[in-house]
């Protein structure tokens, strides 16, 4: 139970009388999903009610029972933990008088579609992205400042390759792919390498996750055949290095066929394509300050990843006039409403 409607994301209007234990009766507003900031992570919990008479929030720990995590106790003979089927600590607080203890001044609202979010929520958001582009992507929320920790210890990087591709006239023009080197720990699926598919008009990103090279030709053929119908149109010419993976016959003959250019660079070669390079550093650099805010483990730097490109693509692009990819791919704004930190726990 919940006294304010701020932490809702989702809200249904509908009085009706809830009993309480004492026999006596309270009047509930209507009831919801809210997202709550913890001491330990970022929790969503379904059918909340809302009942502005009440003084405290109220979470049941029948709530925690059913979603099959465990409750026991802390350290000290007051205190108790609650832990996830992860086995990831979700709760730990007092126990006082008889009652579970959450204290007040460790729980916050991130609904992104508030009219007074903090700036910091606004920016885990979305992806961690600097201070003149989170006034791009929110321009009414009028954000001068925020502070995040993670981001200023996993942005420092290597100055950026300097230089450009001619701006494309037309979405499959151009389209730009980078494969990334050997990561460990391989995700939690298996997945060892992914390719990063940029194209070069409306700056759109995909992704794709892979086990092993080999794949990598026939993730390349299915995305061209795919954005091929989607725009109705035919891929002009791939950026690529000179890499093995990207050198087969197979996937030689196969951009013949297409008429496709094929205009190949020094293999592992950054500076030859500063366009995929400042790209890939960006999802790399987002997905390093996603993992450690969530409390996630390294192998789900895969889920991490995905969630980067995910934001890049609904935030502006430098290039021309700070569109979204999105806008520009899909011919539509994006919605941000639905946007909160990555990681949270979902009961």
């Known amino acids: 139970m919940f006294n304010d409607k701020k932490y809702f994301i989702s809200f249904t209007p509908k009085e009706e009388e809830v009993i309480l234990a004492d026999g006596s009766s309270i009047t509930s507003l209507g009831s919801g999903t809210i997202c709550i900031e913890l001491s330990h992570c970022f929790l969503k919990i379904n059918n909340c009610l809302l009942i502005a008479q009440w003084a405290i929030k109220l979470l049941r720990m029948n709530t925690f029972i059913a979603a099959n995590y465990s409750v026991t106790k802390g350290i000290s003979a007051k205190s108790f933990v609650v832990t996830s089927k992860a086995n990831k600590v979700i709760i730990n607080e007092s126990f006082e008088s008889g009652n579970f203890i959450i204290h007040q001044n460790k729980i916050h609202a991130f609904n992104v ?19 003149e582009y989170s006034k791009q992507i929110y321009p009414d929320k009028n954000i001068s400042s925020f502070d995040c920790t993670t981001f200023k210890l996993r942005k420092m990087t290597k100055t950026p390759f300097k230089g450009t591709f001619p701006q494309p006239n037309r979405k499959l023009k151009a389209i730009h792919m980078n494969l990334c080197r050997l990561i460990s720990p391989e ?5 060892k390498y992914f390719l990063r598919i940029v194209n ?10 892979l086990t092993n090279k080999s794949e ?11 954005v091929k119908r989607q725009t109705n149109s035919k891929v002009a010419t791939l950026i690529l290095d000179n890499g093995s993976e990207f050198k087969n016959t197979d996937l ?3 951009f013949k066929y297409k ?3 094929h205009l190949t660079l020094a293999p592992y070669n950054a500076e030859q394509n500063p366009s995929a390079e400042r790209g890939y550093q960006t999802t790399v650099n987002k997905s390093r ?7 996630l483990d390294l192998s789900y730097w895969a889920e991490a990843a995905n969630t980067a490109v995910y934001l890049e693509n609904l935030a502006p692009h430098k290039s021309p006039s700070f569109e979204t990819p999105f806008s520009k791919w899909f011919n539509k704004k ?4 639905f946007l909160h930190p990555f990681g949270f726990e979902a009961i």
């Open 113 to 131: 579609s508030l009219s007074t979010p903090s700036t910091t929520v606004l920016h885990q958001s979305s992806g961690h992205p600097s201070l």
């Open 187 to 191: 995700s939690i699926s298996g997945k």
């Open 200 to 209: 070069g008009f409306s700056h759109f990103v995909w992704i794709f996750f």
């Open 216 to 226: 990598c030709k026939d993730y390349i053929k299915n995305h061209i055949n795919k």
């Open 252 to 254: 030689q003959n196969f």
């Open 259 to 261: 008429g496709i250019n």
């Open 289 to 295: 300050c996603l993992l450690p805010n969530s409390g």
């Open 334 to 337: 994006p919605s941000l409403k």
